[in-house]
């Protein structure tokens, strides 16, 4: 059996050496003809505010949703429409215990990073990549060096080569960086690491436009080397102009079929990867449609597209709305405010609020340590979504193709360094020294414990190892994207260029007029 990998971002099955397999996951079919006469004409924001949310479609919660033994009490929690923060996160210098954990973590990027081109593996030892665990590598990599694990000439290489290499590479039929790569020669792969050009991710590159503008904000020595790197793409597949994100896939008779990406949580998270570069995302930044479900007596949002018409499941995980957290701070993605108090983007605080304090709750109730989000395995079915709620139920742990496996439940260490480092609490507390608990200090922190039986996930992924090193950036120093005041080469290029409206680069040119508020 060859090594398993799995993006769970795109529903797309790895197996590195062994079966490959391929489902729709969390895209939304599109009518070809349809997604060819739209346009890709997009509006230069500059980092103006996204549009205000409006009103849920529902609150009634699914009626076999809520557990017995719950209670009948609400917890709404967190900030209210104001976004004034509820609750207090961990702030301040790492202790010994945790400057070791940054060593630690930083040790999977030493033993997995291919020098010839800059890359890391996502998987251990295993050659291949995607661009979300490239701009989690990123996210290590900054941290790293903010907390003193590497020093200034290590980092400057490091960045220095990979950024080289995201600017001379491949891309999906010229436009944007597939969905996978060979991190030895930095050639597009399939699912099976061998040459081949699949598609490319829209939630993916979301994050990675992320870590590219932090890097470019806080490191301006580097800026027009990022620029060089955005500038390459071509986006006028990746969004439409009234804001909605597209992935693309190869169909077997090899035409490419354009699908709708993303679903609550994520899909709000990477759009504003995309907004931070001045596109529209209207659409993509709404949250709608979505109701609320209520369980242990906290009301969860979830996704109301119909998994059964669309072929997607509507999975509630915490590792967007921690990532929204840490690097945004629940904040609008232009939003230049410090103050640590308030949230410009009140909505996503709001449902981050709830979807950790359903897990405490499920905790104080059942004695079951909870931090949900989908993780590896380390053996067949290789990955499941390990939720707070999908398909109708609470903590339904599936695997991509909607089996019930509750076998693979797990504390994600991802997801419970996350809810460590933005709730001060108690019960963080415990998931944090369930983490301490789990490493090897020669090859990182294990991807996590699964409940039933206490045994760790004998795992290791560069999501994981990443994470952990953003959350203890976080803790010193609050909310990772810093803007700076240099405009750029990215700026001056979309205003004097004329290949900006064929590339779809933001401009002010027309907007989308379909009466969405």
Not at 82 to 91: A, I, P, V
Not at 460 to 476: D, H, M, P, R, S
Request: charged residues 25%; proline residues 5%.
């Amino acid at each position: 059996m060859g090594m398993l990998w799995y993006s769970p971002r795109v529903s797309t099955l790895y197996d590195f050496g062994g079966a490959m397999k391929r489902v729709n996951g969390m895209r939304t079919e599109v009518p070809t003809g349809l997604f060819v006469l739209m346009t890709f004409v997009f509006v230069l924001s500059a980092c103006a505010p996204p549009p205000a949310p409006r009103s849920p479609v529902s609150q009634s919660p699914v009626p076999h949703a809520t557990e017995a033994g719950t209670g009948d009490e609400q917890t709404g929690g967190g900030p209210g429409e104001s976004g004034k923060s509820g609750h207090l996160e961990r702030r301040g210098p790492l202790t010994g215990e945790e400057m070791r954990m940054a060593r630690i973590a930083w040790k999977y990027f030493e033993n997995n990073y291919q020098p010839a081109t800059g890359l890391v593996n996502a998987a251990e030892q295993y050659p291949s990549t995607s661009m979300w665990d490239t701009a989690s590598y990123l996210g290590g990599l900054v941290s790293a060096y903010e907390l003193g694990t590497i020093g200034k000439a290590r980092f400057e290489d490091r960045l220095r080569v990979l950024l080289g290499t995201l600017r001379s590479m491949d891309l999906f039929h010229g436009e944007l960086p597939n969905k996978a790569y060979n991190t030895q020669t930095g050639q597009m792969v399939d699912y099976n690491n061998k040459p081949g050009a699949i598609g490319f991710s829209a939630l993916d590159l979301g994050r990675l436009l992320t870590w590219l503008r932090i890097i470019r904000e806080r490191y301006p020595e580097h800026a027009d080397e990022v620029d060089a790197v955005v500038l390459r793409w071509n986006f006028c597949h990746v969004l439409d102009r009234c804001g909605t994100m597209y992935g693309a896939s190869v169909r077997k008779d090899g035409t490419v079929e354009y699908s709708q990406e993303g679903r609550l949580g994520y899909e709000e998270y990477s759009a504003k990867g995309f907004h931070l570069w001045g596109f529209d995302t209207k659409r993509a930044s709404m949250p709608e449609p979505y109701t609320l479900v209520r369980i242990y007596g906290v009301d969860v949002p979830f996704d109301t597209r119909d998994p059964r018409e669309l072929n997607a499941h509507n999975y509630v995980v915490c590792e967007s709305y921690m990532l929204d957290g840490m690097e945004f701070h629940w904040d609008g993605a232009c939003d230049r405010n410090a103050d640590d108090m308030v949230h410009s983007d009140a909505v996503a605080a709001r449902f981050a609020e709830n979807i950790y304090r359903v897990q405490e709750k499920r905790f104080q109730s059942t004695g079951i340590l909870t931090a949900r989000t989908e993780h590896q395995l380390d053996g067949p079915p290789y990955f499941v979504y390990d939720t707070i709620y999908s398909d109708g139920y609470p903590w339904n742990t599936i695997t991509d193709d909607g089996k019930y496996t509750p076998q693979f439940a797990a504390v994600a260490f991802k997801g419970a360094i996350g809810l460590w480092v933005l709730w001060n609490t108690p019960y963080t507390d415990l998931l944090f020294q369930m983490v301490l608990s789990m490493q090897d200090p020669a090859r990182g922190f294990y991807e996590g414990r699964y409940e039933k039986s206490g045994e760790r996930i004998n795992t290791f992924t560069a999501n994981t190892q990443g994470i952990i090193l953003e959350a203890l950036l976080y803790k010193v120093q609050g909310k990772l994207l810093k803007f700076g005041a240099r405009e750029g080469l990215w700026e001056r290029t979309i205003r004097s260029e004329a290949s900006s409206s064929e590339k779809c680069r933001p401009n002010g040119n027309r907007i989308c007029t379909d009466n969405l508020r």
